[in-house]
C-alpha cells in the first residue's frame, strides 16, 4: 500500500494575481526563488515539465506532466519520475490589493514503512525549504 503525506506552504505577495501567476509557471525563472532546483518545460494541460533537484552528483531528476491548467489560478502537476510520485500544486488568489500563493505537494511515499519513517526525517526539511523559498519568491516578485 502506497502511502500518501502533504506538506504546503503559502505567502502573501504585494502583486496582482496575473503577475504572480507569471512568475509560478516561469520554469526556467524557477531557480531563482525554488532552492535547488532548475525548471524547463511547456505550458498547458499535457505539456512536460523537468526538474533538476540537488547539487552536483547528489541530485535527482523529477519529471511531470501538467494535469490541471487555469490561469492565472492553478497549475497541477503530476510527478511521473522514479524518485519522485504525486502531485504538485501551484494555487494563486486574489488577497486584498495583492494575491496569495500557496505550493502544496502531495507524494505517494515508496518503500512502505520505511518510506513513512523516512518521512518523518524528510518533512521537517521539506517544510523549510518550501517556506524558504516562498519567501524568496514574494522578495523576487
Excluded at 515539465?49 to 503530476?78: E, K, L, Q, S, Y
Excluded at 518523518?120 to 526539511?125: D, G, H, K, N
Aim: proline content about 7%.
Amino acid at each position: 500500500m502506497i502511502a500518501r503525506v502533504e506538506v504546503s506552504s503559502r505567502i502573501e505577495v504585494p502583486a496582482a494575481p496575473e503577475q504572480v501567476w507569471r512568475a509560478v509557471v516561469d520554469w526556467p525563472g524557477q531557480y531563482r526563488w525554488m532552492l535547488g532546483t532548475h525548471v524547463q518545460g511547456g505550458q498547458g494541460p499535457g505539456a512536460a515539465v523537468t526538474a533538476r533537484t540537488g547539487a552536483g552528483p547528489f541530485g535527482f531528476t523529477d519529471t511531470m506532466v501538467i494535469t490541471d491548467w487555469d490561469p492565472p489560478r492553478r497549475c497541477v502537476v503530476r510527478h511521473t519520475g522514479r524518485v519522485v510520485r504525486g502531485d504538485g500544486i501551484f494555487e494563486v488568489t486574489p488577497r486584498g490589493t495583492g494575491s496569495e500563493f500557496r505550493w502544496t505537494e502531495r507524494l505517494d511515499l515508496p518503500l512502505g514503512a520505511a518510506g513513512r519513517l523516512g518521512w518523518r526525517l524528510v518533512r521537517p526539511l521539506a517544510q523549510r525549504g518550501m517556506d524558504a523559498s516562498l519567501r524568496r519568491f514574494a522578495r523576487l516578485v
